[in-house]
C-alpha cells in the first residue's frame, strides 16, 4: 500500500515536471520574441534619428548660403531639438519630408524640405552617412521687432534659378471639329 503510494506520488511529480519545462520555454519564447521587438524598434528610432540629423545637416549647409534667411534670422543658424521635428520616410527609406526649427541671433523660423536619395540599402546601411538631394526647401522665418512691426517671412531655397516663363510658339492650337457637329440631333 505505501509502495503505490510513493509510486504515484513520483509519477505526479514527473508529470508536474514536464508541465513546468513547457511553462518555462513558453515564456523564454515570448521574452525573447519581446526583446526582438523591442530591439527592432529601437533599430528604427535610430535610422530615423539619422535620417533627421543628414537630411538637416544639408539644410542648414543650403541655408548658411542663402542670403536672405541670414539677413532675416543671422548667423550661426543653429538647428533646434529633433523631438520638436517631423519626419515623414517614404519608398523604402529613399524619400523624406522633413520639418524642423531653427533660431538664430535675430530670429527663429522653421524649415520644410522634401529630398530624396540614390542607391541601395543594405543590412549595414545604417553605419553609412547617407547623402540627401534637397528637391523642395522652405523657410519660414519669424523676426521679433523691437521698435518695427514683427515680421514674418517664407523665403523658398532653390539651387536652380527660376525659369522664367515664355509663350510656347511650338504649340499649334488645331481647330476642333465643326459646332454643327458636335450639337445632338433631334429624332
Known amino acids: 500500500m505505501i509502495g503505490r503510494r510513493v509510486l504515484s506520488?513520483?509519477?505526479?511529480?514527473?508529470?508536474?515536471a514536464e508541465e513546468g519545462k513547457a511553462k518555462t520555454w513558453g515564456r523564454r519564447a515570448v521574452s525573447g520574441a519581446?526583446?526582438?521587438?523591442?530591439?527592432?524598434?529601437?533599430?528604427s528610432?535610430?535610422?530615423d534619428?539619422?535620417?533627421y540629423h543628414s537630411c538637416s545637416s544639408k539644410a542648414l549647409e543650403k541655408a548658411s548660403k542663402n542670403q536672405a534667411i541670414i539677413e532675416a534670422i543671422g548667423e550661426p543658424i543653429v538647428r533646434g531639438p529633433w523631438y520638436n521635428a517631423s519626419l515623414a520616410v517614404a519608398?523604402?527609406?529613399?524619400?523624406?519630408s522633413c520639418t524642423f526649427p531653427v533660431s538664430?541671433?535675430?530670429?527663429?523660423?522653421?524649415?520644410?524640405l522634401k529630398a530624396v536619395?540614390?542607391?541601395?540599402d543594405t543590412w549595414f546601411s545604417i553605419l553609412r552617412p547617407r547623402d540627401w538631394e534637397i528637391l523642395i526647401m522652405e523657410a519660414l522665418l519669424h523676426v521679433p521687432g523691437n521698435e518695427q512691426k514683427e515680421q514674418t517671412f517664407r523665403i523658398?531655397?532653390?539651387d536652380n534659378p527660376p525659369l522664367e516663363c515664355k509663350p510656347c510658339t511650338a504649340c499649334r492650337v488645331q481647330p476642333s471639329a465643326s459646332a454643327e457637329e458636335n450639337q445632338p440631333q433631334p429624332a
Do not use: W, Y
Request: proline share 2%; with cysteine; glycine share 16%.
Open 9 to 16: 506520488m513520483l509519477k505526479s511529480r514527473g508529470a508536474a
Open 45 to 47: 528610432a535610430l535610422d
Open 156 to 158: 523658398s531655397v532653390s
Open 34 to 43: 519581446l526583446i526582438c521587438l523591442t530591439g527592432g524598434v529601437a533599430l
Open 49 to 51: 534619428l539619422v535620417i
Open 91 to 96: 519608398h523604402k527609406r529613399h524619400s523624406v
Open 104 to 112: 538664430g541671433p535675430q530670429g527663429s523660423g522653421i524649415f520644410q
Open 117 to 120: 536619395r540614390n542607391g541601395e
